[in-house]
């Protein structure tokens, strides 16, 4: 199917709600220009837009939330170091750096040029104009290579990438509203990863 | 610690299994002292619920002394005896602000939250011990149980007060008043309920509490039919007499004002298009057996109200949409706001305006669980309702 020039929209929807997603709606770059793989979505948490923003800031907290990643280092206000689980037991890494940052408002992240496994992502945080907190949105855009490392970033995105971002962001907002994330494990030894 | 856990279709067992520790800081963990088999129990027992698993610990209608309680837990504290609400909800998000708790955004845990997102549009509430579809989490009919955000379910019972007066708190005491409460009842309302089992009882009772002018009671056994007419409604015996056209005489050709659906999908009788619905979900064109909402849409009078507070899972098949739209009539469902109606009613047992210990047919040991799931399912007539206590042998 042909991508849709602006002037062919007539819905008032996000890009990733389209039958013909185009990650170029959300400002996203990758490096090949648009044909990443496009996830996106959008929860509304009873908490305020700094709170969650300041929350997710910080990205060290990223892996309390977030199932396939295992640990983000810090470098500096910009930079930051990835480790993700991939298929076998392996680890795919990666550095990134944040391109954009609005303090309450909206963060965004691309890989820098090395990395094996392109990807960007970007969050926003709106308040709700009827009162029911924040909307916060995130999208990732992410160019699957071929062979191997294809099947690691299948694995690093989950089977259904939609699945695996929607199972993230309902973390954080469980998270977020809470104070803990929910299980049904009997003890902390069973917890399901 | 010994639970009642399911192994299959028929098949429940009584077993030994690990302890429940705390995992979360809004835990509690609750020595259970009475817990109830539910006539949704048996959607279970039976496999019309999908998404169980071998070893899952059945039972959402318990209570007990709090033994232990998380750090993040500022409420309960040990030694309260406590009701558990059936329906697991986090207080915190817009839902449970709301006081939709049975919607609650959050108690669900997100690896099991797509079947229900996928069948239903948005993932459901959890629940104890009602399948991986709502949460997957170990329920009561057990020794002890671990309760999530103990801080907002769990109600404080006075010292002195049978766990027989309260227990039914829990599920089926505010699940009949819901159901009631959705009819909208007005003064001269007359009400029909389909289904005596101990969710019509309380509706009926509930009903007429509400204000409601006549209760009309529908059922085939002769002893749930005489708990109705006990609480003060007129009854039915659908083996007997023309449901339709008995409720039409009986309200001068009005029909009633509101009607509830206390079967769910779970109905009984040998109408063709009872028989049909078997067939289609025997070949699984279909997944619930609609009978009773059938006749509940065609008997309520025009403009009228419908409560459902009978349990559906899936896709039904001929719903009379046309009589639905032509009639204008309004319906009310769901899985009970427990929590929202808690307090309420427990000021009402208290005040002696409530009683549900008539509701008790047998009392039986944890570890006769799976005989008295066996007779529940048989022996309705006899079996209205199964309380169960523990033993503690082992502690």
């Known amino acids: 199917m042909a991508k849709r020039s602006p002037t062919d929209i007539h819905s008032d929807a996000p890009a990733t709600t389209f039958k013909d997603p185009n990650p170029a709606g959300t400002g996203l770059s990758t490096d090949s220009d648009d044909s990443g793989d496009l996830i996106g979505r959008t929860v509304t948490i009873n908490a305020p837009r700094q709170a969650l923003y300041a929350f997710w800031r910080d990205f060290r907290n990223l892996p309390l939330f977030m199932e396939n990643i295992e640990s983000v280092q810090v470098f500096d206000e910009r930079r930051s170091h990835w480790m993700v689980k991939g298929p076998a037991d392996s680890t795919v890494e990666w550095d990134a750096v944040i391109v954009e940052d609005v303090p309450g408002e909206c963060i965004a992240w691309s890989t820098t040029d090395e990395a094996e496994v392109p990807n960007s992502g970007r969050i926003e945080f709106r308040d709700t104009t009827n009162g029911r907190g924040t909307q916060v949105s995130v999208n990732i855009v992410y160019d699957p290579p071929v062979g191997k490392l294809g099947k690691a970033v299948a694995k690093l995105f989950g089977r259904e990438p939609n699945i695996q971002a929607r199972h993230d962001l309902r973390r954080f907002k469980q998270l977020m509203e809470t104070g803990e994330i929910p299980t049904s494990a009997m003890n902390p030894e069973t917890i399901e990863e | ?395």
């Open chain 2, 1 to 395: 610690m010994r639970a009642l856990t399911w192994q299959g279709k028929h098949d429940v067992r009584v077993e030994t299994v690990a302890d429940p520790q705390i995992v979360n800081p809004r835990d509690a963990i609750i020595r259970i002292t009475s817990t109830a088999i539910c006539g949704s129990d048996l959607h279970l027992y039976d496999h019309t619920i999908p998404g169980m698993k071998h070893g899952d610990i059945l039972g959402h209608e318990f209570m007990g002394e709090v033994v232990e309680v998380g750090s993040g837990n500022k409420k309960l504290k040990v030694g309260q005896r406590v009701v558990v609400p059936f329906v697991i909800a986090c207080g915190k998000c817009f839902f449970c602000q709301k006081q939709q708790f049975a919607a609650c955004d959050n108690s669900n845990p997100a690896e099991k939250s797509d079947p229900s997102e996928i069948a239903y549009g948005y993932p459901m509430a959890a629940a104890f011990g009602y399948s991986h579809l709502t949460g997957g989490y170990a329920g009561g009919q057990a020794e002890f149980a671990r309760v999530p955000y103990s801080d907002i379910g769990p109600i404080v019972i006075p010292e002195g007060i049978d766990d027989d007066k309260v227990l039914f708190l829990s599920d089926i005491l505010p699940t009949g008043w819901m159901a009631a409460v959705n009819c909208d009842i007005e003064p001269g309302d007359v009400i029909a309920v389909w289904g005596c089992g101990p969710v019509g009882l309380f509706a009926i009772q509930s009903a007429l509490l509400l204000g409601a002018h006549r209760v009309i009671a529908i059922d085939h056994h002769p002893r749930r039919l005489a708990l109705a007419r006990g609480l003060g409604a007129e009854v039915l015996d659908f083996e007997e007499v023309k449901v339709h056209e008995a409720l039409s005489e009986m309200t001068g050709g009005i029909g009633p004002d509101a009607c509830i659906d206390a079967v769910g999908m779970e109905s009984h009788g040998m109408s063709p298009d009872n028989m049909l619905d078997h067939v289609k979900v025997a070949t699984f064109l279909a997944t619930d057996r609609v009978h009773a909402l059938r006749q509940v849409i065609l008997a309520t009078r025009k403009g009228g109200r419908i409560s459902i507070p009978g349990v559906y899972g899936g896709v039904a098949d001929k719903f009379p949409i046309g009589a639905l739209m032509e009639k204008g009539l309004q319906i009310k469902s769901g899985q009970t706001h427990v929590q929202k109606f808690m307090p309420e009613l427990l000021d009402l047992v208290l005040d002696d305006k409530i009683d549900t210990t008539f509701l008790i047919s047998h009392r039986l040991d944890l570890e006769d669980a799976a005989e008295g799931y066996r007779n529940f399912k048989e022996k309705q007539n006899e079996y209205t309702k199964v309380v169960l206590k523990p033993r503690y042998t082992r502690h």
